[in-house]
């Protein structure tokens, strides 16, 4: 079945580091690709989507492009903040049937002052 | 901007007891569903529903859930007897052509 498959966490940085959080992913077809991101407390917001091959998505500084050659959706970001601590979850949704949404484990990031 | 919406944000029951957690998706849109997370586990789903009857569900949805749209806002999911094991977040989305919207949660707590 789908499936979807990303980095362990947590994962600890300093303020302006770089981010990769790595996800790949299995499934029949062409599905559409997501991030969520979860804050402490609160519950999943939408972070950048992409829904067909070499699409990018970009939001707040975040970018993910949908590799079908190697089933993947790493998410980047240049420049960590503070605020970007949170729990990021990949995801991916097939377009046909019930439309489901299938996550990954999620993963934690601490961003160090 | 229009939003999901759920209620009660925390629930507390003791164990056997039935909740009904309540969700208002988003006026026009026709999808509906039901998410869990577990504390510190990954979002697992639980079913869609379309045009007044479930679509999918997983192998988690069994006899002791149930979703209903009792009117043309709400989109409610039953617990029956709960268990300690039901303690999670439940999220309620609905969906356009689209996207999917997730709403806030409503955490359970069973004792």
């Known amino acids: 079945g789908d499936s979807v498959t990303q980095m362990e966490g947590p994962v600890t940085l300093s303020e302006e580091a770089f981010l990769t959080i790595n996800c790949t992913y299995t499934a029949t077809g062409y599905p559409s690709l997501f991030w969520y991101v979860q804050y402490p407390g609160e519950g999943l917001q939408l972070l950048l989507k992409?829904?067909?091959?070499?699409d990018k998505g970009s939001n707040k500084g975040f970018e993910a492009t949908y590799r079908k050659e190697t089933t993947s959706f790493h998410l980047e970001k240049g420049s960590v903040q503070v605020s970007d601590s949170a729990v990021y979850f990949c995801a991916l949704r097939r377009n046909t049937g019930g439309f489901k949404t299938i996550f990954g484990a999620g993963t934690r990031l601490f961003v160090k002052a | 901007e229009p939003e999901v919406t759920q209620t009660p944000s925390h629930q507390v029951t003791q164990m056997g007891q039935e909740v009904i957690l309540r969700c208002v998706p988003i006026?026009?849109?026709?999808?509906f569903y039901w998410y869990r997370q577990i504390l510190g586990q990954k979002v697992e789903f639980l079913v869609s529903f379309y045009n007044n009857e479930i679509s999918e569900k997983s192998e988690i949805f069994d006899d002791q859930f149930s979703v209903e749209r009792p009117d043309g806002s709400n989109f409610t999911l039953k617990i029956r007897s709960t268990k300690l094991e039901d303690s999670a977040m439940y999220f309620c989305?609905?969906?356009?052509?689209?996207?999917?919207?997730f709403g806030p949660g409503t955490r359970l707590t069973v004792l």
């Open positions: 992409a829904t067909k091959a070499d």
């Open positions: 006026s026009n849109h026709l999808y």
């Open positions: 989305a609905s969906r356009d052509i689209e996207e999917q919207f």
